[in-house]
C-alpha cells in the first residue's frame, strides 16, 4: 500500500462545467477526510466518511458539492457547476478511526 | 472566524541553529494538537503531535511544547537542516480521534545554509 492517491493531481475546467475528483485511502482504514486549501490558507476540512457514511458536512460544502464513499472504499468528490471560487487544491485524507491521519497529494483545480 | 493561528508566514533561520514556530488557538475545548510539514506539489505530512494533558512531546530533533492556560503550543526544530525548509501547519481537534481538524495558516519555513 502506497499510501492515500488521488486523481488527477491537476485539473483545468472552464467555468460551469462539472468536475469529479477520486481518492483511494489507505486500504485499512476506515475514515476518509475532504479538506481544501486555498492560497496562504492552511486546509479547511469538508467532509468526512467512517466507512460508507458520510457524517459530517462542513458549511463550506454547498449545495454544488457532493461526495461519495460507496462500500467504504475509494471516494469520489464532485462539483457541479464550478465558479472560480472553487480554484484550491483539494485534499483527501485517511485514518483508522481517527489515528494516523495521513493525506494525499492533493488534487489541484483551476476554473477558468 | 479563525480558531488556529500562525501569525507569522515566515520564518528564515540558519543550518544549525534553532527553529522556532509559533502556534495560537481560541477554542479552549481543543485537546489534541498537530504539527504538519508540506513540501511543494505534496499533501502535508505528519510531524509530531500532543495531548492536552502533556505540556512537551519530543521526537528526534522535533519538540512541541504546549500551554494551555495560554492557548499557544510551538514546535521547536534543533538543528535545523536544508531539508526542513517547508511550509509547517499546526492544526487542533477534540481528542486524540478527531473527527476533523483546524489548521493554522501555515508558516513557511526556510533554512538558510
Known amino acids: 500500500d502506497t499510501g492515500v492517491s488521488q486523481d488527477p493531481r491537476h485539473k483545468i475546467t472552464k467555468r460551469g462545467q462539472n468536475v469529479t475528483f477520486r481518492c483511494d485511502p489507505i486500504?485499512?482504514?476506515?475514515?476518509l477526510y475532504w479538506y481544501r486549501q486555498t492560497l496562504g490558507q492552511g486546509p479547511e476540512f469538508l467532509t468526512y466518511?467512517?466507512?460508507?457514511?458520510?457524517?459530517?458536512k462542513s458549511r463550506l460544502l454547498s449545495n454544488r458539492f457532493s461526495a461519495e464513499r460507496p462500500k467504504g472504499s475509494f471516494s469520489t468528490l464532485e462539483i457541479q457547476r464550478t465558479e472560480q471560487g472553487d480554484s484550491a487544491m483539494y485534499l483527501c485524507?485517511?485514518?483508522?478511526?481517527?489515528?494516523?491521519?495521513?493525506f494525499g497529494s492533493g488534487t489541484r483545480l483551476t476554473v477558468v | 472566524d479563525q480558531q488556529v493561528k500562525q501569525n507569522s508566514p515566515s520564518l528564515s533561520v540558519q543550518e544549525g541553529r534553532i527553529s522556532i514556530l509559533n502556534c495560537d488557538y481560541t477554542?479552549?475545548?481543543?485537546?489534541?494538537f498537530l504539527w504538519y510539514k508540506k513540501y511543494p506539489a505534496e499533501g502535508p505530512t505528519f510531524l509530531i503531535s500532543?495531548?492536552?494533558?502533556?505540556d512537551k512531546n519530543e521526537d528526534g530533533r522535533f519538540t512541541v511544547f504546549l500551554n494551555k492556560s495560554a492557548k499557544h503550543l510551538s514546535l521547536h526544530i534543533v538543528p535545523s537542516q536544508p531539508g526542513d525548509s517547508a511550509v509547517y501547519f499546526c492544526?487542533?481537534?477534540?481528542?486524540?480521534?478527531?473527527?476533523?481538524?483546524?489548521f493554522g495558516q501555515g508558516t513557511r519555513l526556510t533554512i538558510n545554509p
Open positions: 500532543i495531548s492536552s494533558i502533556k
Open positions: 492544526a487542533a481537534g477534540l481528542g486524540q480521534g478527531a473527527q476533523k481538524l483546524v
Open positions: 485524507a485517511s485514518s483508522f478511526s481517527g489515528f494516523g491521519y495521513t
Open positions: 477554542n479552549s475545548m481543543f485537546d489534541y
Open positions: 486500504s485499512e482504514h476506515n475514515r
Open positions: 466518511f467512517q466507512n460508507e457514511a458520510q457524517l459530517e
